[in-house]
C-alpha cells in the first residue's frame, strides 16, 4: 500500500477520472424525454411589467409551455427567502422584501427573469423566447452602493424606505469614543472593496425531473444538497423534505456563489410537474454575469487610533455594503457578523466599533464570494495598518510587529468577542520576509529603476474565521469485502474532498486508497449534511469522519475477539490489523469485516457520527508582494509572490498549496483586474462578459512561493484550520500595499482596487503634474 496518511502530500485520487473526461457534470446528465428551458430576461434595471403576451412563444414550433410570475401566483408558489435573521442596532427586523421566481408586476435589476420557454429543444426554447412581448414601464434606476443612500436616489422597495435593508452595530462604541478622545494620532481612510462576478469554470445549472408519484428530483451544480431540499419543499413547494431528491454531481468551481437557492432552480421543477416531463437549463456565460450572486461591493470609512508609540488604541470602520435588488439566502450576514469579526485581525486593539449599512440597489444579488466578508475586512485592517505606518514614517512590518497578538497571549479574546486559541504572527511574518528576500528589495528596486520602472515591496498579515459553525454527518459503511464506503454531507466543488478523505480512512483504518469509496451530493443516500462553505468541509467533516472510524474499530473488536478467540478488553487495532495485545495474533479488518457481514447483504460495520465544533478556527499567515510598474503606460506586473500560512495540521500539503494557489490568483484578479460596473444612467450592466470583465490570466502571476508554519488548533478534533478561502483573504492588501510603495516617489498614498493600467498611468499623470 503507498504511503497515504494524513500528512502525505498525495496526488489527488480523483484527478485521472476528471483528467480523462469521465466527469459528469449536470449538463452531461442526459434523461428519457428531457426538455430544455430558456429564460426571458428583463433588459430594464426598473420597470414595471404592464403586460406579458406568450401567445406567439407558445404557438412556435417544438415550445411546450410559457410560464410567467402570475402562473406561480397562481399555482401557490412560494417565494425565495433569505435566511438570515439579522436585527438591526435599533432591535428591529432587516427589511426582506418578496422574491419571485419571476418577476411580479416589476423588475428590479436587468437580468431578473421574466418568463419561462419549456420546449423540445434549446434552440426552439430559444428563439420562442425572442417572441414573447412585454411591455416595459421603465422606471428610475440605482446601481452605485453610494449614490443608494442619496435621499433623490429611486426607491426600488416601499417596505425600505431610503434603499435601506438594515443598520447593524457590532463592538463597543464608548470605548472607542473615549480612545479617539486620547489618541496621539488619528489615521483615516476610505477604502472601496470592488464588486466581482464569481465566474466559476462551470456554469449554474438544473435539471428537474418527476417520477410517476409525484416526487420530484432536482439535479443540479450546487455546493450542498441538503439546505436547497429544505428550501424546495418548505418555502417553495410547501411539501416534506422526502418528496423532494437532489442530487449534485461533479461541480466545476463554486467559490460561494453555488451555495444559494436560484429562481431557475425552482423553475425547472415547477415546469416538470407541470409538464411530467425532465425540464434542463444550463446558464450561458452571459446569464452568469446577469443573475449569478455577485461578490464584495463593499464602501467603508476607517479610522484608526494610535498612541505615541504607534500602538493601536482604536479602529473605527463605517461600511455601505450593496445588497442588490433582492435578499439572497446569507446576504446580508456576509458584511455584517461573516465579516466583522475579523476586524481585529492579528493585532490587540483594545476598542473596536463597527457600522454596517445594508442598501437596495436595481443590481444582481450579492452574496458570499470566496472569503464571504473575511477578504474585506482584511483589506480595511491590512491596507489601514499600512497606510497608518507610511504617515507615521515606520516600516510597515515594525507597525505590525509593535501590535501583533504575542502567543502568549493565547487564548486571546479580541475587541470584537472573537477568541484566537492559537497563531504565531510574527513568526510568519519574519518567515515571509526571509523566503520573499526582503533584505534584497532594495538591490531589486534600484535596479527596476534603471530598465524604467516602479518596483514595490507590499506585505498583509491576515487572519480569517472559518471552519466553524453547524454539525456535520459522516457515515462510515465496511463492507464484508473489506470496501469502504464514505457517505457525508459536505460537497466538492473541485477542492479534491474525495482525496483528503480517503487519507483520513486509509490513515486510521488501514484500507487501501483504491478500496475507498466517497459518496457526496445525493439527499436520498446521505441522510444530512450542511454542505460545503467556510472552509469547513474537511475541518468538520472530517473530524466526524474520523469519529466514525472510531465507532468502526470499536463496533468491529468483539467480532475480532471472537476471531481471535481473546477478552475484547485484549485486543487492539493498528495498520488495518486487530492484534491481541503483546502478541503476534493478528486477523484483518477484512476477515473480520467477512464474518460479521450479514447473510442477507449490506454492510458489515456501519457507523454515523456528527460533529459540531465547539468554536470557529482561526487560520493566519502573511503575504508579501513585489510589483513592477511601467510609469509611461499604466502596466502592472506582479513579480514576486510569498505566502506563509498557518492551517493548523495539515491532511495534505498538496491540497493545501492547490487551494492557495487559487486563492491568491482570484486575490491578484480583484486587486489589479476585475470590476463589475453597471452604468449609472441606464442600469445596465456593462461587464456581461470577458470581453468587458477582466479575468486573470498565467501570465498574471508569477510561482508563488508557497511555505506553512503552523501552529496545531485547539478547538478542532483533528488540529486543523480551514485553509480553502485564505489565498484570496491575504492577497488583495499585499498586492495593493505592494503599489502603493511602488508609487511612493509621487506621493501617492492610496490607490482603490482594481488598479487597472489606465487608473495607474492617470494616477502617476496627476501626481507628475502636482494635481
Known amino acids: 500500500m503507498i504511503k497515504f496518511g494524513i500528512g502525505q502530500a498525495v496526488p489527488r485520487t480523483e484527478d485521472a477520472r476528471l483528467l480523462t473526461g469521465r466527469g459528469r457534470y449536470t449538463d452531461d446528465i442526459r434523461l428519457d424525454r428531457q426538455t430544455y428551458a430558456c429564460f426571458l430576461r428583463s433588459p430594464h434595471a426598473h420597470a414595471e411589467l404592464r403586460a406579458i403576451e406568450t401567445a406567439r412563444a407558445t404557438a412556435a414550433p417544438g415550445v411546450l409551455a410559457v410560464f410567467t410570475g402570475e402562473d406561480l401566483e397562481t399555482d401557490y408558489i412560494g417565494n425565495l427567502r433569505c435566511l438570515v435573521d439579522l436585527k438591526q442596532s435599533d432591535g428591529t427586523p432587516l427589511k426582506t422584501p418578496p422574491r419571485p421566481a419571476l418577476a411580479l408586476r416589476r423588475v428590479r435589476h436587468v437580468g431578473e427573469p421574466v418568463a419561462m420557454v419549456v420546449a423540445e429543444t434549446a434552440e426552439a426554447a430559444r428563439d420562442a423566447a425572442e417572441l414573447i412581448e412585454v411591455d416595459y414601464d421603465p422606471l428610475p434606476a440605482v446601481v452605485e452602493t453610494r449614490a443608494a443612500l442619496d435621499p433623490a436616489a429611486p426607491g426600488i422597495w416601499p417596505e425600505a424606505p431610503g434603499n435601506l435593508c438594515f443598520e447593524w452595530q457590532r463592538g463597543d462604541r464608548a470605548a472607542t469614543d473615549a480612545a479617539f478622545a486620547r489618541a496621539a494620532r488619528v489615521i483615516a481612510l476610505d477604502l472601496v472593496n470592488n464588486r466581482l462576478v464569481p465566474n466559476s469554470m462551470e456554469g449554474r445549472a438544473a435539471l428537474g425531473d418527476i417520477d410517476k408519484t409525484g416526487r420530484m428530483t432536482l439535479y443540479v451544480s450546487s455546493q450542498g444538497v441538503h439546505g436547497l431540499q429544505k428550501q424546495l419543499a418548505e418555502d417553495i413547494f410547501h411539501d416534506k423534505p422526502e418528496r423532494i431528491r437532489v442530487v449534485t454531481t461533479d461541480v466545476g468551481g463554486g467559490f460561494g456563489m453555488k451555495l444559494f437557492l436560484y429562481p431557475e432552480y425552482v423553475m425547472v421543477l415547477y415546469a416538470a410537474r407541470w409538464l411530467q416531463r425532465p425540464v434542463k437549463w444550463a446558464a450561458e456565460r452571459i446569464e452568469s454575469f446577469l443573475s449569478d450572486d455577485h461578490g464584495r461591493d463593499n464602501l467603508s470609512h476607517v479610522e484608526l487610533a494610535l498612541d505615541r508609540d504607534g500602538h493601536f488604541l482604536a479602529l473605527r470602520v463605517d461600511t455601505v455594503a450593496n445588497l442588490g435588488a433582492y435578499l439572497s439566502n446569507f446576504a446580508p450576514y456576509i458584511p455584517t457578523h461573516a465579516g466583522t469579526a475579523m476586524l481585529a485581525g492579528v493585532y490587540t486593539t483594545p476598542a473596536i466599533d463597527v457600522r454596517v449599512r445594508g442598501v437596495f440597489t436595481n443590481t444582481a444579488p450579492v452574496d458570499a464570494y470566496r472569503g464571504a466578508g473575511r477578504p474585506e475586512s482584511a483589506y480595511i485592517v491590512e491596507r489601514t495598518v ?69 518596483r514595490g515591496l507590499g506585505l498583509a498579515s491576515y487572519i480569517e474565521s472559518c471552519a466553524g459553525g453547524g454539525p456535520e454527518l459522516a457515515t462510515l459503511e465496511v463492507g464484508g469485502d473489506g470496501k469502504v464506503t464514505v457517505l457525508i454531507g459536505t460537497q466538492s466543488n473541485g477542492q479534491g474532498h474525495e482525496t483528503a478523505y480517503k487519507q483520513i480512512v486509509a490513515s486510521r483504518l488501514g484500507v487501501a486508497p483504491d478500496d475507498i469509496t466517497v459518496v457526496q451530493g445525493d439527499t436520498d443516500r446521505i441522510r444530512w449534511g450542511s454542505g460545503t462553505g467556510g472552509s469547513r468541509s474537511v475541518p468538520v467533516g472530517g473530524a466526524s469522519l474520523a469519529e466514525s472510524v472510531r465507532k468502526v474499530i470499536e463496533r468491529a473488536t468483539p467480532k475480532a475477539a471472537e476471531l481471535l478467540e481473546a477478552a475484547a478488553v485484549d485486543v487492539e487495532f493498528r495498520d488495518g490489523s486487530f492484534a491481541i495485545a503483546g502478541t503476534d495474533r493478528t486477523v484483518s479488518l477484512r476477515a473480520v469485516a467477512a464474518a460479521a457481514a450479514p447473510k442477507g447483504g449490506g454492510p458489515a460495520f456501519s457507523e454515523e457520527s456528527r460533529w459540531r465544533p465547539p468554536a470557529n478556527t482561526y487560520p493566519n499567515g502573511t503575504h508579501l508582494c513585489e510589483v513592477e510598474i511601467d510609469p ?122 482594481p488598479v487597472t493600467p489606465e487608473k495607474l498611468w492617470r494616477t502617476i499623470r496627476d501626481a507628475r503634474a502636482g494635481r
Open 386 to 454: 499600512d497606510f497608518a505606518a507610511r504617515r507615521l514614517g515606520l516600516d510597515p512590518a515594525e507597525l505590525r510587529r509593535r501590535n501583533f497578538i504575542p502567543p502568549s497571549a493565547m487564548p486571546f479574546e479580541t475587541a470584537l468577542g472573537s477568541t484566537y486559541d492559537s497563531g504565531d504572527f510574527a513568526r510568519t511574518l519574519d518567515t515571509a520576509l526571509a523566503a520573499g528576500d526582503a533584505a534584497g528589495f532594495p538591490d531589486r528596486r534600484a535596479a527596476a529603476k534603471l530598465r524604467g520602472r516602479l
Open 632 to 753: 509611461e503606460t499604466g502596466g502592472v506586473k506582479v513579480v514576486r509572490y510569498t505566502v506563509v500560512d498557518d492551517f493548523g495540521v495539515v491532511i495534505n500539503p498538496a491540497l493545501v498549496a492547490g487551494q492557495v494557489h487559487g486563492g491568491v490568483v482570484q486575490g491578484i484578479g480583484q486587486a489589479l483586474l476585475e470590476s463589475c460596473v453597471y452604468d449609472a444612467e441606464s442600469g445596465q450592466l456593462v461587464t456581461a462578459s470577458f470581453t468587458d470583465y477582466a479575468m486573470p490570466r498565467a501570465d498574471h502571476v508569477p510561482p508563488i512561493d508557497f511555505h506553512l508554519e503552523c501552529v496545531p488548533c485547539q478547538t478542532n478534533a483533528l488540529g486543523m484550520k480551514g485553509a480553502g478561502e485564505a489565498g484570496a483573504i491575504g492577497a488583495p492588501p499585499a498586492v495593493i500595499n505592494a503599489v502603493v510603495d511602488a508609487l511612493a516617489e509621487f506621493g501617492v498614498e492610496h490607490i482603490d482596487m
